[in-house]
């Protein structure tokens, strides 16, 4: 299994307040992710990095920020959070960017916002 | 609107039997799919994956199917097994892009 850690697993929370999800990875991997999954929605991509620092938005961006400050960490906040972060939130990574390597999914963190 | 589309939820299928999951895509540009098995509490797993410039790649009792003119990939799971019972998703990318993912189709495999 690929080396990928989340943290938290779980968390209940309150509107309005900030909400950090952390991802660690033990494989060196360049390209990290961060994915909601929701019903019917499947799993959507918020922010990607392409390298330490170097971090981009992908389709359900708004609402949520990133950073990458070493290869290994991927942090996911929620400034304010709302009800509809609601959520099933996973961190992926791939040695391989823009869709030609394989992505290895790590366990998931669900947020409830109240 | 969603450029890669599973429109079948959820798919009983009896032990044994042939599991065909179904996938649908907008972009005619897509030139790399694959499918990942998502256990409850557990995180997608990577399954199989097929490029655009073939029409079948098979691992196991997976083969994928790709049929470009018709924008439609399937899955077919042959023999079903119980274990085989899981939600999957199809994911679809344009070299250079990431990944789309379908909505997901939970199969039930029933012994």
């Known amino acids: 299994d690929a080396g990928i850690t989340q943290s938290p697993r779980h968390k209940v929370t309150e509107t309005g307040t900030p909400v950090t999800l952390r991802c660690h990875q033990t494989?060196?991997?360049?390209?990290m992710y961060w994915y909601r999954q929701d019903p019917g929605h499947g799993l959507r991509l918020i922010h990607y990095?392409?390298?330490?620092?170097?971090?981009d938005k992908g389709e359900v961006s708004d609402g949520y920020s990133v950073s990458r400050s070493k290869t290994e960490d991927f942090l996911l906040t929620l400034e304010s959070a709302t009800s509809s972060q609601t959520s099933v939130y996973f961190c992926?990574?791939?040695?391989?960017?823009?869709?030609?390597?394989?992505?290895?999914f790590g366990e998931g963190s669900r947020l409830t916002v109240l | 609107d969603q450029q890669v589309k599973q429109n079948s939820p959820s798919l009983s299928v009896q032990e044994g039997r042939i599991s065909i999951l179904n996938c649908d895509y907008t972009?005619?540009?897509?030139?790399?799919f694959l499918w990942y098995k998502k256990y409850p509490a557990e995180g997608p797993t990577f399954l199989i994956s097929?490029?655009?410039?073939?029409d079948k790649n098979e691992d196991g009792r997976f083969t994928v199917f790709l049929n470009k003119s018709a924008k439609h990939l399937s899955l077919h799971i042959v023999p079903s097994q119980p274990g085989d019972s899981a939600v999957y998703f199809c994911?679809?990318?344009?070299?250079?892009?990431?990944?789309?993912f379908g909505p997901g189709t939970r199969l039930s495999v029933l012994p």
């Open positions: 992926a990574i791939s040695e391989q960017g823009g869709g030609t390597g394989e992505l290895f």
């Open positions: 494989e060196n991997h360049r390209y």
């Open positions: 990095s392409y390298g330490v620092k170097d971090t």
């Open positions: 972009n005619s540009m897509f030139d790399y």
């Open positions: 097929i490029s655009s410039i073939k």
């Open positions: 994911a679809a990318s344009l070299y250079g892009q990431n990944f789309v």
